[in-house]
């Protein structure tokens, strides 16, 4: 199969490597990273970029699921797994199987896999303010007592920062407390005489914004692919973090659009005047969002094309009126650089009025994923 035929990622492992490497460089030194490779590696490609980092040393990760431990452990990968999430028991076989942690995401998870009767190792999830996942921060003697069932191995206490990404006093202060719950969480089991489980609460904005109170693991994420969830973080970000991820595609056709005439499903766009448009293979169901439709742009030979018409489900259509010699064949640029210019995942977030997490991990299966 020819690479790079249709639509595809190009992943810059250089730059994995370099973000790894600034993590390192501001996290304490006993502090180890513990990647979400969840969502496919947040589009990048699972295996591939867990690969990667095993060979920068890291040894343990963090997934969504169970069917994502086990990719990684086919593909090889070792050290630790955590299932950050829900687990059904018909699939708690597969924990043991394939040697992964599960959360205990509550006092009456812990009681079903307590009623399992096989050995799991898990990690415990504390709520200390997010409400989502976790026993209540305040309930020190469910988190006690799950500490206490024989069958459990508890490897770790986690929590998870909901506005850490933001720089208000309330939110601040909000982090602050947050931090206060679990470190008084871990305190009381210590208290108890539990010892041996590993402590984590920051995901990358938890890194960034509060790298002073750090614990034994740090679960980076997005920011570890050298992305940021919104444009103007990387302005105001302590360390230098460069993309990993660009998304190509071809030009499949060029031809003209006369004056007056519309183009694409709808008709949404009309031409004013007569202009020469691109048809590019790629479209939502590889993950390029339809909010994009007549809004966003896309890079051809190094100048910026703009989207016209609504996003097909396997095409879209580009104004190159302007753009010199574009002919079939040629490569276009979604996300990533093209000549002079770049496009960031934070960009295309914004013109679509969402995130860059939701973007790149919405990236489809039948994109290539290639290293370079
Ligand atoms: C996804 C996730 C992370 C990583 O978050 P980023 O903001 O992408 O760094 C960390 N912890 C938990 C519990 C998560 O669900």
Redesign the pocket.
Known sequence: MYKKSRAWIELDMGNLKHNIEEFRRVLPFDCMLMP?V?ANA?GHGAVLVAQALQKEGIDAF?V?SVSEGIELRQAGIAGEILV??YTHPAEFGDLLAYDLIQTVVDGNYAKLMRDDGRRFKVHVGIDTGMHR?GERWENIEEIVNIFRIPNLKVMGV?S?LCVSDGNSVQERSYTMEQIHHFEYVVEELHRKGFHHFKCHLQ???GILNYSQCCFDYA??????YGIY?AKNDRENAAVDLRPVLSLKTRVESVKMLYHGEGAGYGLTYSARGNRKIAVLSIGYADGVPRELSNCGFVLCNGKMAPVIGRICMDQMLVDVTDIPQVEAGDEAVLIGKSGDLEIQAEEMAQWAGTIS?EIVSRLGERLERVAE
Do not use: E, M
């Not at 679960?219 to 570890?224: D, E, K, S, V």
């Open positions: 979400a969840k947040y963090c969504a950050l999430g996942l986690f998870h995901g990358s904005y679960r980076a994420g997005i920011a570890l969830s997490n």
